[in-house]
Each structure stands twice: as structure tokens, then as C-alpha cells.
């Protein structure tokens, strides 16, 4: 333990707990021991300062600590106060007296192989104690195991996911450790709770006095943990097999802590302690407070530390940690500041709430579908990115948990992982947090509505409708024959199906396919990770979606059948599209701290810019001809207009189209491309969002569903007869589907499922 240094807080608490000395310092901020009024012995975590001031890190931080507050068991240092909110904000874990692994392993070296037996079913406890509270720990290692006198305790469970998003984040570094990261982390950036088995493996070696993929350069060994099997020769015959198995390239092949304890035959050595005698003498005898440098030699128990991101040959493409969640890909976010609904697509996703609830959205009579989600086990809370598009939370137009500019924490404020386009949260126009509390409090007083039996409707505000009622048929002119009405589409539609509750704040998006013959959606792609925003390529033998995971968002593209899902490149969140002959993706990423739109081939990832205004992109849209690109532009605050980009004239000012008294978010191309199909309105005003129809050159703007429900995301039938939506506040969207005469319309999602980001073609 290190003195006080000038500058350093005296206590935290409003005094509950008084600081006595260091003990360490990491990414995060300091860790110093405290007192307890009682004089019990604390250890003290206080957040930087500037973290503080990080879009969306608080409420990360929060989550994160609310999820580490559930973690017990014998093997870990429980949370036992915190205030996330603070400034600085703090947290308090049980001080456990004594030494790091990683100071033992460098004065005694190799542990025998009564205490290895020993120390391993003490991770896994510990392990699987973090894991059943829904907390991955991501960065386990010698330096982050305290080892005590009765055993190992792992501290800094379930904190590492608060600086997803930040500056530590954004500059292509990621939080982790050289030689404890999965093959996954290093690939795709995929997070699941079998890193922490993978983490373990190595660690366990190390205590064998391993080294499992040697001593070099961490890019060398970011290159063997990928591409090379592990040196496990020093490693007694009976834990190599266990330990071999966590050190599995698959995920899927590597055990779960109760399966390895399984596999394990634990002897205790003889004796009262578990620990050889060089060992022991490193146990502190007295009060860390009363003998500095006997106790607590922890080494940057502020641990993860960011790490450079390894030089993994192109095989093994890295995630950006620059992207940003958004709201739509389904993460925690902040509300954009453009009001409307958020998709995660800047830092993290955010968490808007959306405008409809209950029966609100649902034709008059119609029974409210059961409070019940599908659930797909395995599914681990992601933050959403947020950059704005469809596909996670965002900070501008159409930053909606699923579409929107924005983010997943940003969202302005939004960010999302989320990077993806999600749902948005609640405001349709973009200036300013994302339909944030005023859409809360929407959905509040549309739920009691709806609760005491009323149903909203409420016709757009200054439109420039004919005044026919939205929604209702058009009139056919007297003495005329009545159209034949489009049949329903039998192609099939891909959605974003949640798999658990907490959408747009926490992400369990899996992207599934549903037919026209059924309506249990099928899962498509595997794996645990936020993927969001599907969208079918032209000929529709692929598709594309954003992935968000603690690393950022990224493209993916995967067979119409979910198979040969691989990374393209990383992204900022929100929605892609692809160009009308399927060999590049219009996506968004951030180019000198501002929202762009990029060009990606399919082929390699290479990517070209072909925006640089200073105003952030939203919702890109490739027209059928391959020559426009549709994309949001914030003209004024609260107000969002479509612009189109020639992307054979990269770096030309966008053109502006419409000039409508209320935002035009998330544009989607006919397939004759002659119209618009778009989201207006702001969540918490008037309709909130609305689906309206605009003509190419922006003249006859109009109505298409205008309800006193939450509406956004529409999309286009192959032959342009219906349009999909969403419907409902953000937490629990139905997809629906009307006619483009606003005949038909009908919910498409049964049994009070939550599903969105509806894509026909």
C-alpha cells in the first residue's frame, strides 16, 4: 500500500468511508483501502473524473455495478456499497487481506499441484458465482486474484463493460489483457461468459509455470492465441486435459465452471493451509493500514487495462472499439439529442423509451398480446452502440433502438454499442436527447390509457395530408372499379426477435427469419452477441446485419439460411444497405469525432468515404439504381430532413429533399424508386412517430399510419404492394404491416413476442 497523494480524496460517502492509502491504480481510476465507520477495512474504487463526462458511462457503470452486486459466493470480493452517480462515482468492495497470484507466481514460481487443484476450483467457484448473476468478467488474470489465507477471491468482476464506448475505447484499444483474450475477442470481438473459461485456462497454466502461447510481443501472441495451439508440456497430467479444454479455440467446446469443477479431483495438501510455505510468507500478519508493503501487493486491481489492439493478420479482422452503440442494435443508450426513435449506433445503446403501450397501438376491440418474450437461453446483455441507423441506438435522426443516427451510448447522448440501428427509443426528431423522458413519460400516460380502457388516436399536427383520416381506407371515386387489393407478401421477413426483456438499454437481439406459412419466427445466426438491423442483399441469398458487442459494432453478412456468418468490417452502429448489385454496404463510421457515410466492399472490408460534412449522417438507403444514396441530415434542432449522396462523387455536399415541418427519419426506398417510406414525428408530441409516404423529389408527403402509438422502421415489400413497421414503445415492439393504399393492416408479431427492424428486400 502506497500513501494518499495530493489531490487524492480523504473519504467518499459524505464520509461513510474514509481513505487511508493506495492500492492501486488502472484504467478505470484508484483503488485505495478504506475504513468503515466501523473501522471495518474496505477496498475503494474511484472512477477518473473525466469518465464522468463520457456519454452514457454512468448509466454503464450503474448497470454494471447493480449486475456485480448480485455476485456471491466464497471465491469473490462482493460489492458492498457504490454511488454511480457521484463526482467522482465509487464503488466499495470487501477488502480481502493478502497478495495477488501474480506476485506469488514471481516469488515462488510454479505452485505444486496440490494447491493448482485447489486454486482452480476456487476460479471456478468464483467463476461460476459471477456467471449465474448474468456478469461476464472479461479480464480475469493473475493480478485481478487475490490470494488469501483461505483461499483465491476474484475482485473486479463485472465493472470492465462501464468503459465500453469511452475514450479508452476509441482510439483502437481494447479492454483486456495481452495473453488472457479469446481467439473471439481478437477476431470479432464477440464477449460471452466462455472468455472467462478461456481466461481461466491461461491462468491456471501460468500457475503450472506455462506459458501457453509464449513470452513475446503481445501481437505475437494475440497471433498464437488464434491461429496456434497451446504449449501445455509443463502442466501436470492431471489438469491438462481440463485446462486444454478451456483453452479451446470454439467457444462452444469449452466448459462451463460446473462442467470443469466436474472434471477436476481437488487435493487439498496436508496440513492446515493450501499454500506452499513461500507462499504463506507473503500473507499479511497485521493490518495493511498498520504495516504498508505487507499487504495487498495488488497490481492494477483497476483492472481491465485497454490494451493496443494485437497486428492479427487480415484472416482475423479486429473490432473497432471506436464504433459506437446504437440504440437500435439494442443496447443501453443515452436519448439523442434528436428526439426521435433511437437505434444503437453510438457508444452504447441507449435507453429511450418508446411512445405507445399496451393496447394504445392496437385497432379498437383487438385483445393485448400476452406480456411474455421469447426465450432463447444463452442470451447475454450487450450495450448497444450508437451511431444512428436502424440498427442500435444513436445520437441523431432515426437514432431509435434499431434505427436513427446516434449511437448506442450516444444518442447524443446515445450511444450504441449499438451501434446498430435499434428500436428507437421515443423522439423522432433529432435534435437533443433522444425522445428520452418526454417519451418515458408517453408511454406512461399511453399505458394508463390504455389500462383504463381508452384508445388514443390522434391524426398528425400540421401535416400536409388531404385531411383524410390516417390509417383509414382511400376512398375509390364513384362509379370507378375498387382496385384488386395487393395480395399479402409470401416472402419471407427478417426481424430483430428479442430474446429477454431490456431492450433498447440492454441488447438480446438475435436476428430471425419469418415466413409467411408461420408465425414462430426461426433464429438464424447463432451466438450470444447484440445483432440487429437485418438486411436482405439484392438477390436475397444473404444478408447483412449490425453486430454490436463490449467492443464496439461492427457489418456481418451471413447465407439467407444463417450459415458462414463472418465480419466485414467495424462500423459506428445503426443501419447499413446495401448497393443494387450486392458487392458494397453504404455504413456509417466516425471520422474525426463526427458521423460519415462509408462505402464497404463485401469482398475485403475496404472502405471509401463519400461524406465529410460536419453534421453527423444518419439512416443511409442505396436507391434501386444504384446512383443515390438516402440519408438523414439534421437541418435545424428537432428537425431532420432526407438528403441524397452520390457515391460516384465522394465528398460532394448531400442534396437536400425534403423540407417538411417535421422530421423525416429512417427513408426507405420503393422498389420502383419513385417514394419514400419514413418515420415522422417526435416521440412524446402529438402522434409521436408516424409512417409516412413522401415522393422522391419530396412533393406529396402524406400519411400512410398515424396512431397515438409509438411508429417507426418501415419496410418495403418485394413488389412494393405493403409496408412493415414497428409499433409500440420501445421495451416491447410488435412488427405490423399495411398496404401502401393503407388497407390491410395487421400485427405480424403473435404470443406478445418483441420483435423489430423489419426487413422484406
Given at each position: 500500500m502506497k500513501p494518499l497523494e495530493t489531490g487524492d480524496p480523504i473519504s467518499v460517502g459524505e464520509g461513510r468511508y474514509r481513505l487511508v492509502g493506495r492500492l492501486g491504480q488502472g484504467g478505470m481510476g484508484v483503488v485505495y483501502l478504506g475504513r468503515s465507520r466501523s473501522g471495518r477495512a474496505v477496498a475503494v474504487k474511484v472512477v477518473r473524473p473525466e469518465l464522468s463526462t463520457e456519454p452514457g458511462f454512468k448509466r454503464r457503470f450503474a448497470a454494471e455495478v447493480a449486475a456485480a452486486r448480485r455476485v456471491g459466493g466464497f471465491h469473490t470480493a462482493p460489492v458492498v456499497d457504490a454511488e454511480p452517480e457521484g463526482d467522482p462515482a465509487w464503488l466499495v468492495t470487501a477488502f480481502v487481506p493478502g497478495p495477488t497470484l501474480q506476485a506469488v507466481l514471481a516469488r515462488v514460481g510454479a505452485l505444486p499441484v496440490d494447491t493448482l487443484t485447489v486454486l482452480a476450483a476456487g476460479l471456478a467457484e468464483a467463476l461460476e458465482a459471477i456467471h449465474r448473476a448474468g456478469v461476464i468478467h472479461r479480464d480475469l488474470k493473475p493480478a485481478n486474484i487475490i490470494v488469501a489465507e483461505d483461499g483465491p477471491r476474484v475482485i473486479d468482476f463485472g465493472i470492465a463493460r462501464a468503459l465500453d464506448g469511452t475514450a479508452l475505447t476509441q482510439t483502437g484499444l481494447q479492454i483486456g489483457t495481452p495473453g488472457f483474450l479469446a481467439p473471439e475477442q481478437l477476431t470479432s470481438g464477440i464477449v460471452t461468459p466462455a472468455v472467462d473459461m478461456f481466461a481461466l485456462g491461461v491462468v491456471l497454466a501460468q500457475a503450472a509455470g506455462c506459458s501457453p502461447f509464449g513470452d513475446g510481443p503481445s501481437a505475437a501472441r494475440h497471433y498464437k492465441v488464434v491461429h496456434e495451439e497451446p504449449d501445455l508440456a509443463a502442466i501436470p497430467d492431471e489438469l491438462r486435459e481440463a485446462i486444454a479444454a478451456c483453452l479451446s479455440k470454439d467457444p462452444g467446446a469449452r466448459p462451463t465452471p460446473t462442467a470443469f469443477l466436474g472434471r477436476l479431483t481437488v487435493r487439498h495438501p496436508a496440513g492446515d493451509g493450501w499454500l506452499p510455505d513461500e507462499a504463506t510468507q507473503l500473507l499479511p500478519r497485521h493490518d495493511p493500514a498498520e504495516q504498508p508493503g505487507t499487504a495487498d501487493v495488488r497490481d492494477g486491481p483497476?483492472?481491465?487495462?485497454?490494451?493496443p489492439a494485437p497486428e492479427v493478420p487480415a484472416t482475423t479482422p479486429q473490432t473497432a472499439a471506436t464504433a459506437t452503440p446504437d440504440p437500435r442494435a439494442g443496447a443501453p443508450a443515452t436519448p439523442d439529442p434528436r428526439t426521435r426513435p433511437t437505434r444503437p449506433?453510438?457508444?452504447?445503446?441507449?435507453?429511450?423509451?418508446?411512445?405507445?403501450s399496451g393496447s394504445a397501438g392496437r385497432p379498437a376491440g383487438a385483445a393485448a398480446p400476452a406480456p411474455t418474450a421469447t426465450d432463447v437461453p444463452g442470451s447475454v446483455p450487450v450495450p448497444v452502440p450508437a451511431s444512428g441507423s436502424s440498427?442500435?441506438?444513436?445520437s441523431g435522426p432515426g437514432a431509435d433502438p434499431g434505427h436513427g443516427p446516434g449511437g448506442a451510448d450516444a444518442w447524443q447522448a446515445v450511444t450504441v454499442p449499438g451501434g446498430p440501428d435499434t428500436e428507437r427509443p421515443a423522439v423522432r426528431g433529432r435534435a437533443?436527447?433522444?425522445?428520452?423522458?418526454r417519451a418515458v413519460v408517453g408511454a406512461a400516460l399511453l399505458a394508463a390509457l390504455a389500462i383504463g380502457g381508452l384508445f388514443l388516436w390522434q391524426p398528425w399536427n400540421g401535416s400536409s395530408d388531404d385531411g383524410a383520416k390516417p390509417g383509414a381506407p382511400t376512398p375509390t371515386p364513384s362509379g370507378s372499379a375498387a382496385p384488386t387489393p395487393a395480395p399479402f407478401p409470401t416472402d419471407p421477413l427478417l426481424i430483430r426477435q428479442d430474446t429477454a426483456p431490456g431492450w433498447p438499454a440492454t441488447c438480446h437481439g438475435v436476428i430471425s427469419r419469418r415466413d409467411a406459412a408461420t408465425d414462430t419466427p426461426r433464429r438464424l445466426v447463432p451466438g450470444r452477441a447484440c445483432d440487429v438491423l437485418p438486411q436482405w442483399s439484392p438477390d436475397r441469398t444473404s444478408f447483412a446485419f449490425t453486430r454490436t458487442t463490449s467492443e464496439g459494432a461492427s457489418v456481418w453478412t451471413a447465407n439467407a439460411d444463417g450459415s458462414n456468418a463472418r465480419r466485414i468490417a467495424p462500423i459506428a452502429g445503426g443501419r447499413v444497405t446495401w448497393s443494387p448489385d450486392g458487392t458494397r454496404l453504404a455504413v456509417l463510421?466516425?471520422?474525426?469525432?463526427?458521423?460519415?457515410?462509408?462505402?464497404?466492399n463485401v469482398s475485403d472490408g475496404a472502405a471509401q468515404q463519400l461524406t465529410a460534412g460536419t453534421g453527423p449522417v444518419e439512416d443511409p438507403a442505396w436507391s434501386p439504381d444504384g446512383k443515390r444514396i438516402a440519408v438523414c441530415l439534421q437541418t435545424e434542432p428537432e428537425n431532420w430532413q432526407i438528403h441524397l449522396v452520390d457515391p460516384?462523387?465522394?465528398?460532394?455536399?448531400?442534396?437536400?429533399?425534403?423540407r417538411l415541418p417535421h422530421p423525416a427519419l429512417d427513408p426507405v426506398w420503393s422498389p420502383d424508386g419513385s417514394t419514400f417510406a419514413y418515420t415522422a414525428g417526435t416521440s412524446g408530441q402529438g402522434t409521436q412517430g408516424d409512417i409516412r409516404l413522401v415522393a422522391a423529389d419530396g412533393a406529396d408527403d402524406r400519411?400512410?399510419?398515424?396512431?397515438?402509438?409509438?411508429?417507426?422502421?418501415?419496410a418495403w415489400s418485394v413488389d412494393g404492394g405493403w409496408v412493415a413497421f414497428v409499433r409500440g414503445p420501445?421495451?416491447?415492439?410488435?412488427?405490423?404491416?399495411i398496404r401502401a393504399d393503407k388497407t390491410g393492416e395487421r400485427a405480424l408479431t403473435a404470443d406478445g413476442a418483441s420483435e423489430g427492424h423489419p426487413s422484406w428486400r
Amino acid at each position: 500500500m502506497k500513501p494518499l497523494e495530493t489531490g487524492d480524496p480523504i473519504s467518499v460517502g459524505e464520509g461513510r468511508y474514509r481513505l487511508v492509502g493506495r492500492l492501486g491504480q488502472g484504467g478505470m481510476g484508484v483503488v485505495y483501502l478504506g475504513r468503515s465507520r466501523s473501522g471495518r477495512a474496505v477496498a475503494v474504487k474511484v472512477v477518473r473524473p473525466e469518465l464522468s463526462t463520457e456519454p452514457g458511462f454512468k448509466r454503464r457503470f450503474a448497470a454494471e455495478v447493480a449486475a456485480a452486486r448480485r455476485v456471491g459466493g466464497f471465491h469473490t470480493a462482493p460489492v458492498v456499497d457504490a454511488e454511480p452517480e457521484g463526482d467522482p462515482a465509487w464503488l466499495v468492495t470487501a477488502f480481502v487481506p493478502g497478495p495477488t497470484l501474480q506476485a506469488v507466481l514471481a516469488r515462488v514460481g510454479a505452485l505444486p499441484v496440490d494447491t493448482l487443484t485447489v486454486l482452480a476450483a476456487g476460479l471456478a467457484e468464483a467463476l461460476e458465482a459471477i456467471h449465474r448473476a448474468g456478469v461476464i468478467h472479461r479480464d480475469l488474470k493473475p493480478a485481478n486474484i487475490i490470494v488469501a489465507e483461505d483461499g483465491p477471491r476474484v475482485i473486479d468482476f463485472g465493472i470492465a463493460r462501464a468503459l465500453d464506448g469511452t475514450a479508452l475505447t476509441q482510439t483502437g484499444l481494447q479492454i483486456g489483457t495481452p495473453g488472457f483474450l479469446a481467439p473471439e475477442q481478437l477476431t470479432s470481438g464477440i464477449v460471452t461468459p466462455a472468455v472467462d473459461m478461456f481466461a481461466l485456462g491461461v491462468v491456471l497454466a501460468q500457475a503450472a509455470g506455462c506459458s501457453p502461447f509464449g513470452d513475446g510481443p503481445s501481437a505475437a501472441r494475440h497471433y498464437k492465441v488464434v491461429h496456434e495451439e497451446p504449449d501445455l508440456a509443463a502442466i501436470p497430467d492431471e489438469l491438462r486435459e481440463a485446462i486444454a479444454a478451456c483453452l479451446s479455440k470454439d467457444p462452444g467446446a469449452r466448459p462451463t465452471p460446473t462442467a470443469f469443477l466436474g472434471r477436476l479431483t481437488v487435493r487439498h495438501p496436508a496440513g492446515d493451509g493450501w499454500l506452499p510455505d513461500e507462499a504463506t510468507q507473503l500473507l499479511p500478519r497485521h493490518d495493511p493500514a498498520e504495516q504498508p508493503g505487507t499487504a495487498d501487493v495488488r497490481d492494477g486491481p483497476d483492472t481491465p487495462w485497454p490494451v493496443p489492439a494485437p497486428e492479427v493478420p487480415a484472416t482475423t479482422p479486429q473490432t473497432a472499439a471506436t464504433a459506437t452503440p446504437d440504440p437500435r442494435a439494442g443496447a443501453p443508450a443515452t436519448p439523442d439529442p434528436r428526439t426521435r426513435p433511437t437505434r444503437p449506433a453510438t457508444t452504447a445503446t441507449g435507453s429511450g423509451s418508446g411512445s405507445g403501450s399496451g393496447s394504445a397501438g392496437r385497432p379498437a376491440g383487438a385483445a393485448a398480446p400476452a406480456p411474455t418474450a421469447t426465450d432463447v437461453p444463452g442470451s447475454v446483455p450487450v450495450p448497444v452502440p450508437a451511431s444512428g441507423s436502424s440498427a442500435g441506438p444513436v445520437s441523431g435522426p432515426g437514432a431509435d433502438p434499431g434505427h436513427g443516427p446516434g449511437g448506442a451510448d450516444a444518442w447524443q447522448a446515445v450511444t450504441v454499442p449499438g451501434g446498430p440501428d435499434t428500436e428507437r427509443p421515443a423522439v423522432r426528431g433529432r435534435a437533443g436527447p433522444r425522445r428520452g423522458r418526454r417519451a418515458v413519460v408517453g408511454a406512461a400516460l399511453l399505458a394508463a390509457l390504455a389500462i383504463g380502457g381508452l384508445f388514443l388516436w390522434q391524426p398528425w399536427n400540421g401535416s400536409s395530408d388531404d385531411g383524410a383520416k390516417p390509417g383509414a381506407p382511400t376512398p375509390t371515386p364513384s362509379g370507378s372499379a375498387a382496385p384488386t387489393p395487393a395480395p399479402f407478401p409470401t416472402d419471407p421477413l427478417l426481424i430483430r426477435q428479442d430474446t429477454a426483456p431490456g431492450w433498447p438499454a440492454t441488447c438480446h437481439g438475435v436476428i430471425s427469419r419469418r415466413d409467411a406459412a408461420t408465425d414462430t419466427p426461426r433464429r438464424l445466426v447463432p451466438g450470444r452477441a447484440c445483432d440487429v438491423l437485418p438486411q436482405w442483399s439484392p438477390d436475397r441469398t444473404s444478408f447483412a446485419f449490425t453486430r454490436t458487442t463490449s467492443e464496439g459494432a461492427s457489418v456481418w453478412t451471413a447465407n439467407a439460411d444463417g450459415s458462414n456468418a463472418r465480419r466485414i468490417a467495424p462500423i459506428a452502429g445503426g443501419r447499413v444497405t446495401w448497393s443494387p448489385d450486392g458487392t458494397r454496404l453504404a455504413v456509417l463510421r466516425k471520422k474525426d469525432g463526427v458521423q460519415q457515410l462509408f462505402a464497404v466492399n463485401v469482398s475485403d472490408g475496404a472502405a471509401q468515404q463519400l461524406t465529410a460534412g460536419t453534421g453527423p449522417v444518419e439512416d443511409p438507403a442505396w436507391s434501386p439504381d444504384g446512383k443515390r444514396i438516402a440519408v438523414c441530415l439534421q437541418t435545424e434542432p428537432e428537425n431532420w430532413q432526407i438528403h441524397l449522396v452520390d457515391p460516384a462523387a465522394p465528398g460532394r455536399a448531400p442534396e437536400q429533399v425534403t423540407r417538411l415541418p417535421h422530421p423525416a427519419l429512417d427513408p426507405v426506398w420503393s422498389p420502383d424508386g419513385s417514394t419514400f417510406a419514413y418515420t415522422a414525428g417526435t416521440s412524446g408530441q402529438g402522434t409521436q412517430g408516424d409512417i409516412r409516404l413522401v415522393a422522391a423529389d419530396g412533393a406529396d408527403d402524406r400519411a400512410l399510419v398515424a396512431t397515438g402509438a409509438h411508429e417507426m422502421d418501415p419496410a418495403w415489400s418485394v413488389d412494393g404492394g405493403w409496408v412493415a413497421f414497428v409499433r409500440g414503445p420501445y421495451e416491447k415492439p410488435v412488427v405490423w404491416a399495411i398496404r401502401a393504399d393503407k388497407t390491410g393492416e395487421r400485427a405480424l408479431t403473435a404470443d406478445g413476442a418483441s420483435e423489430g427492424h423489419p426487413s422484406w428486400r
